[in-house]
């Protein structure tokens, strides 16, 4: 019986350093060419075209304080006919700790689906830890193709956001218990942060400027007021002054005119106001924003039909540089990047909305500033997967130096601890387990062994350690890849 399992065991091993040359190198320019260069364009299906304008957030949260870019786009066609043009949103603070300004430039984070490179670094250090065992898992050669990542493109590839945090329209062109905190103007555009002590009085202060609103506005002015919140409120004074400092957009054979208002405010959690968009009523009104980091929906209170259409997706992107006109939007990460515009790296996630009436708008949305766990494995995987994974492996070679040795030993009383510190030894590979066993013995930790069982076992430990620390291994990895 000695020869037997000796010579399968040493068969085993030589087919462990063989198979490496042959099945590394059969996967190893997969991965090169999954991902495109962040140069490059989607496929047109995925985008939605702009039928009726668009709406574009952009946010940068710090504890206490948030940061946010509202880009709207306008037909230009209507401007030309028209007078005036307006916008109006909430915020949650007084108007006197609201800062305003404009960007005259939009701006689209374009990166990577964290996922692809996450499952992509996570097999590629699988494989490393695995070669311990000097030979791969036939399922490690099968690519695991999830698709292309995401690219998001300039503002030609802007996705359909009509209306989604306030109320737009056009219109042609005293007291009212409202106050002007601060006013902004610049490019044709006026922006001013105003506080209202009743919804009929903010109503009547903008009727009061060409802007004819309905009494629907009252309630969600009301129940804004009563709970705190200031409003910001824009409007175009100067059409062609506007048509000459705004972004002009060409979307399916229609030019678009954008222009930003940034706002900075203080707020314990991530702010998105969507109230006012309930009174479009059955209308669908799709909804995009881009966050810097990686943050979490709050679901509290949120209708179980717009919960089951919001889509967060988490990206990053490597070396952005920080367009001029940001840099008071990126000022924290360009002075923790000792003042450089070009950023090493930075993460953001994606929120869309489709395909929901507006009636369901009923609550505005909160996001914690923190990331799901799945998204902080992925992030790990990306930044330091060592970090993740020499710990579980730490932890599987001892697990299978202790089942290994109680299920070949247990008749011997071993003494488990020991084999459990043994099982370490796969951090100089399953040769280094099989050589010890073999020259130095394992008898010293047995307490009772026997002669003719110890000649035998050493090759029956080295198979039952391979074939436990695979299945622990094989478990952790389909685990953490169904969990990105």
């Known amino acids: ?63 206490g304080s948030q940061k946010m870019i509202l880009s709207v786009g306008v037909r230009d066609s209507l401007l030309v006919d028209a007078e005036k043009a307006f916008w109006i949103f909430p915020l949650p603070c007084h108007a006197a700790n609201v800062d305003i300004n404009v960007i005259q430039s ?79 103007n610049m490019y044709g555009l006026t922006t001013q942060s105003v506080e209202a002590e009743t919804g009929s009085g903010l109503r009547d202060y903008m009727n009061s400027m060409g802007f004819d609103l309905s009494d629907d506005f009252l309630f969600t002015f009301e129940e804004y007021i009563q709970g705190g919140y200031s409003f910001v409120l824009s409007w175009v004074d100067d059409i062609e002054e506007f048509r000459q400092n705004s972004d002009l957009l060409l979307v399916n054979n229609l030019n678009y005119r954008s222009l930003g208002v940034y706002v900075c405010f203080p707020t314990q959690k991530i702010f998105f106001p969507m109230k006012l968009t309930s009174l479009y009523d059955d209308d669908e009104i799709p909804i995009t924003i881009q966050a810097i980091g990686h943050i979490t929906l709050d679901q509290f209170n949120l209708q179980e039909d717009l919960i089951e259409n919001i889509t967060v997706q988490y990206r990053y992107a490597d070396a952005y540089l920080v367009p001029v006109d ?8 360009i002075a923790a990047n000792q003042n450089n515009l070009r950023l090493p790296r930075i993460y953001f996630t994606e929120i869309s909305i489709q395909n929901v009436e507006a009636k369901y708008f009923t609550e505005d949305l909160w996001f914690f500033p923190t990331p799901p766990l799945n998204v902080t494995i992925a992030n790990t995987l990306i930044s330091s997967p ?42 100089l590979t399953i040769i280094f387990i099989y050589i010890f066993a073999r020259v130095v013995g394992l008898k010293r930790f047995l307490r009772k062994p026997q002669a003719v069982e110890v000649a035998i076992y050493p090759e029956k430990f080295v198979f039952a350690y391979i074939i436990i620390f695979i299945g622990l291994m094989s478990a952790f990895y389909i685990i953490i890849e169904n969990s990105l």
């Open 386 to 427: 060592l970090v993740l994974l020499l710990p579980f492996f730490a932890i599987f070679s001892s697990i299978s130096g202790f089942a290994s040795g109680w299920l070949i030993f247990r008749k011997n009383s071993p003494q488990l601890w020991k084999f459990a510190i043994f099982g370490l030894g796969n951090f």
């Open 106 to 184: 939009s701006h689209i984070l374009k990166g990577y689906d964290i996922k692809n490179p996450a499952k992509n670094s996570l097999r590629n250090n699988a494989e490393l830890l695995f070669s311990s065992q000097i030979f791969p898992l036939p399922f490690f050669l099968t690519n695991n193709d999830s698709g292309l990542p995401v690219v998001l493109e300039g503002p030609s590839y802007l996705k359909q956001v009509r209306q989604n945090y306030s109320w737009w329209s056009l219109s042609g062109g005293e007291e009212y218990s409202v106050e002007v905190v601060s006013e902004f």
């Open 326 to 333: 940001l840099t008071m939007f990126f000022e924290s990460e």
């Open 1 to 63: 019986m000695v020869k037997p399992v000796r010579h399968a065991v040493i068969l085993l091993i030589l087919l462990m350093l063989i198979s490496p040359l042959i099945c590394f190198k059969a996967s190893a320019d997969g991965f090169s060419s999954v991902y495109p260069s962040s140069d490059s364009q989607s496929s047109p299906s995925e985008w939605i075209d702009l039928d009726e304008g668009y709406q574009f957030a952009l946010i940068n949260y710090h504890p």
